[in-house]
C-alpha cells in the first residue's frame, strides 16, 4: 500500500549531506519526493511509496549520514502526491 508524508528534521542537518543522503537511500526505496534545506536550519522531506519501505526510510533518516547529528524527527502523514523521481531543492 501507498505512503505519503511529510518528515521534518532536526539537528545537525544542514551542510552535512543530508540532503544527498536522504536522496541515495530513497532512489534504493524507489521513494519519491524532495528534500529540502530550510531556515530553520532543519531539513523538510516529502516522500511517497510502499509503506514498508517509507518505514525503512524513516528508520535510516533517523540516524543520518556521517557527520549529522539528528535530535527530532517529526512525521505527519499527507495525501498522496505524484512525482517520477525524488528530487534534492536548492
Known sequence: MKKAIEITIKGVVQGVGFRKFSKIQADEL???G???NLPDG???????GEEKDIEN???????????SEV???EL???ADFSSDVFEIIQ
Open 34 to 36: 524532495s528534500a529540502q
Open 30 to 32: 524507489l521513494i519519491k
Open 57 to 67: 526510510f524513516i528508520s535510516i533518516l533517523k540516524i543520518g549520514p556521517l557527520k
Open 76 to 78: 505527519h502523514t499527507i
Open 42 to 48: 532543519s531539513v523538510k522531506i516529502y516522500a511517497c
Open 71 to 73: 535530535q527530532s524527527v
